[in-house]
C-alpha cells in the first residue's frame, strides 16, 4: 500500500490510459483535488485486522409482503 | 383550522377516519396552495392534479384503505413513480417516465397515500443548485439534494414528502427549510427504484412537519423486500404506537462543531442544550472520537467512486450534459485507486464502530443540523460553510446510524435553524420518541413559511 497519496499528474495519467478520457483543466483540478484527499488518507494508520466489515444485517423475506 | 392545506400528516388522517375531511378536500387545498405559491418556490417538477384527485375520489369512495389512506405526499424526482417523470434533475433523463413504482413509493401507493407529485432534486442528488427557491426567504437556497420536498413541505405545499441523503441531503434542506428531516438506519428502507449516487452511501428519509408524520410514513416504507439487495430484514416495529414521546436518558453533546459554526447556530445548539438539562435529560459534552476532515476526506473518496462506477457509461458518452459539480464528483472518482477506494471503506468502518462506542454510553448524540445559515439561492456549492455543514451530517451518514433534525428557532435574520439528535442502530423508535418530546416539551416544532 503507498505510504503517501499519488500525485495529481500520476492521477490524470492513469485516467488517459486507464479510460480515455481527455486532461484537461477540469481533469487537473479533479486529479488536485483527489490527492489531496488520497493524501490525508494515507497519512492515517490503519491496522491490517482493520476490514471492511460494517456492523451489519440479514436479509431474508419482505418484512410486509 | 379551517385550511386544509395546513394539516399534517397524521392529523388529516385522522379527520378523514373520523368523517370530518375527504381525501379529495385536502388534495384540493393543497392544490390551490401550489398554484399561489409555485411560481416563486419551484420546488415541483411534475403535479400529478388528475392522478392525485382520481386517487382522492377512490379513497373517499371507499376503494382504498389503508395506514395512509388520503394521505398525500410529495416524492424526490430521484425515485421511481410508475406514470410520473423521473428526471432526476438532469437534462439526459428529461422526460422519462419509469414503468414501475421503486418500492418505498409502491408501499406509500398500498397504504392509501396519494402521490401528489414530483419534487425537485439537484442534479443526480449532488450539490449543484435546482431551481427551487427557500420559503423563508426567496432570496436564500433551500438546500439540497431534497431541495423541493423541504421547500413543498416548509410552505404547506404537502404535509410530507421522501427525499434522499448520501451526505446531507435530508438534514441539510429540512433544517434550511424549519421542518424535521429523517433519515432512517441505512438498510431500514429499501432503494430499489431510486437512481443512485453512491451505493454504499444512498439512504432514502422523509421531511416532514412533526416527528409523529416522519414514523408513520417509516412504518409504510420500512422493511426487506425480495427484489431489493440493500433493506435488513429486522423486523418493522409500529413506529407511530413505539415512539410516543418519551424523555431521553443520557444525551452526549458533540461541541466540536461549534467553533466553525455560525455565532447565532452556536448559540442556539448551547441555550437549547441548557434546556433538555433543565428538562432533566442527562447531557454530557463530548466531541466526535475521530477527525473530521479524515471523516470528510474518506467520504469523498467513496462517494465519488461510486458515483463513477455508477454513472461510467452515460459520463463517457455526454459528459458535457453534466452540471459542473456533479461532472467534477464524477471524473474525479475516475482517478481514484482501488486500493484508496478499499482503504477509504476500511476507515469508514472503523468510524462507524467508533460512533456505536458512544452511542453505548449514550441514548442519542445532539449537535446543530447545519453549522450555518442557508447560502444565497444559486450561490456555487462548496466553500468553507458548505464544508462545515457537511461535518454535521456526514458522521451519520457515513456510519449508517439514523439522525433527525427538528427546527429549533430563527436568527437574526428569520432564518431556520435546527438541531440534529442522532441514534442507535435500527433505534428508530428510541430516535423518534425523543423528538416527539423535544417537539412537546422544548417547543422544537416546525412552523409554516408564507414567502413574500
Not at chain 2, 193 to 198: A, N
Not at chain 2, 317 to 346: K, N, W
Not at chain 2, 423 to 439: H, I, P, T, Y
Request: glycine content about 10%; hydrophobic content about 40%.
Amino acid at each position: 500500500m503507498p505510504e503517501k497519496g499519488l500525485l495529481p499528474a500520476q492521477i490524470e495519467e492513469a485516467m488517459r490510459l486507464i479510460y480515455g478520457l481527455p486532461v484537461d483543466a477540469r481533469s487537473r483540478a479533479a486529479a488536485e483535488e483527489v490527492a489531496k484527499d488520497l493524501e490525508r488518507l494515507s497519512g492515517a494508520e490503519l491496522r491490517p485486522e482493520e476490514g471492511l466489515a460494517m456492523p451489519r444485517h440479514r436479509r431474508t423475506e419482505s418484512a410486509h409482503e | 383550522m379551517n385550511e386544509p392545506w395546513r394539516l399534517t400528516l397524521s392529523e388529516g388522517i385522522r379527520r378523514i377516519r373520523e368523517g370530518r375531511l375527504t381525501a379529495s378536500a385536502w388534495v384540493q387545498s393543497l392544490l390551490g396552495r401550489v398554484d399561489a405559491l409555485e411560481e416563486r418556490v419551484r420546488a415541483w417538477v411534475q403535479v400529478d392534479r388528475e392522478g392525485a384527485l382520481a386517487a382522492a375520489a377512490r379513497i373517499d369512495q371507499g376503494e382504498i384503505r389503508g395506514g395512509l389512506s388520503g394521505a398525500p405526499v410529495g416524492i424526490k424526482d430521484i425515485i421511481d413513480v410508475k406514470g410520473l417523470v423521473r428526471e432526476a434533475g438532469s437534462p439526459l433523463f428529461k422526460g422519462y417516465v419509469p414503468e414501475e413504482d421503486s418500492i418505498a413509493a409502491g408501499r406509500l401507493r398500498a397504504a392509501g397515500a396519494i402521490i401528489l407529485g414530483k419534487t425537485v432534486t439537484t442534479q443526480f442528488a449532488n450539490p449543484d443548485p435546482g431551481p427551487t427557491r427557500n420559503p423563508w426567504n426567496l432570496s436564500r437556497s433551500p438546500g439540497g439534494s431534497s431541495s423541493g420536498s423541504a421547500a413543498a413541505v416548509a410552505c404547506g405545499m404537502v404535509p410530507a414528502a421522501l427525499g434522499s441523503q448520501t451526505g446531507g441531503s435530508v438534514i441539510g434542506p429540512a433544517t434550511f427549510c424549519g421542518v424535521v428531516g429523517f433519515k432512517p438506519t441505512r438498510g431500514r428502507v429499501p432503494l430499489a427504484g431510486v437512481f443512485s449516487l453512491s451505493w454504499t452511501l444512498d439512504h432514502l428519509g422523509v421531511l416532514s412537519r412533526t416527528a409523529e408524520d416522519a414514523a408513520l410514513l417509516l412504518a409504510h416504507i420500512a422493511g426487506a423486500h425480495p427484489a431489493d439487495d440493500t433493506a435488513a430484514d429486522a423486523p418493522v416495529p409500529d413506529y407511530p404506537a413505539e415512539s410516543l414521546p418519551r424523555r431521553p436518558g443520557s444525551v452526549l453533546f458533540l461541541k466540536g462543531l461549534l467553533s466553525r459554526a455560525h455565532p447565532e447556530v452556536a448559540d442556539a445548539a448551547l441555550r437549547e442544550a441548557a434546556r433538555l438539562r433543565e428538562a432533566g435529560v442527562a447531557v454530557e459534552e463530548g466531541d466526535l472520537p475521530f477527525d473530521f476532515d479524515l471523516m470528510h476526506a474518506t467520504h469523498r473518496i467513496i462517494m465519488r467512486a461510486e458515483a463513477a462506477s455508477y454513472h461510467e457509461a452515460l459520463f463517457r458518452a455526454c459528459p458535457e450534459d453534466y452540471a459542473p459539480t456533479i461532472r467534477q464528483t464524477v471524473l474525479s472518482g475516475f482517478m481514484i485507486p482501488a486500493v484508496h477506494y478499499l482503504r477509504a471503506l476500511r476507515f469508514r468502518a472503523r468510524l462507524a464502530r467508533e460512533l456505536e462506542t458512544l452511542l453505548r454510553r449514550h441514548e442519542l448524540l445532539l449537535l446543530p443540523s447545519m453549522a450555518s445559515f442557508p447560502p444565497p439561492w444559486g450561490a456555487a456549492p462548496g466553500g468553507k460553510p458548505s464544508q462545515v455543514n457537511r461535518l454535521a451530517t456526514e458522521a451519520f451518514s457515513h456510519s449508517g446510524l439514523p439522525c433527525i433534525t427538528l427546527p429549533a428557532g430563527r436568527g437574526k435574520e428569520g432564518l431556520p435553524m435546527g438541531l440534529q439528535l442522532g441514534g442507535r442502530r435500527f433505534g428508530e423508535s428510541d430516535l423518534l420518541a425523543a423528538a416527539r418530546w423535544c417537539e412537546e416539551e422544548l417547543g422544537w416544532r416546525s412552523e409554516i413559511a408564507n414567502p413574500a
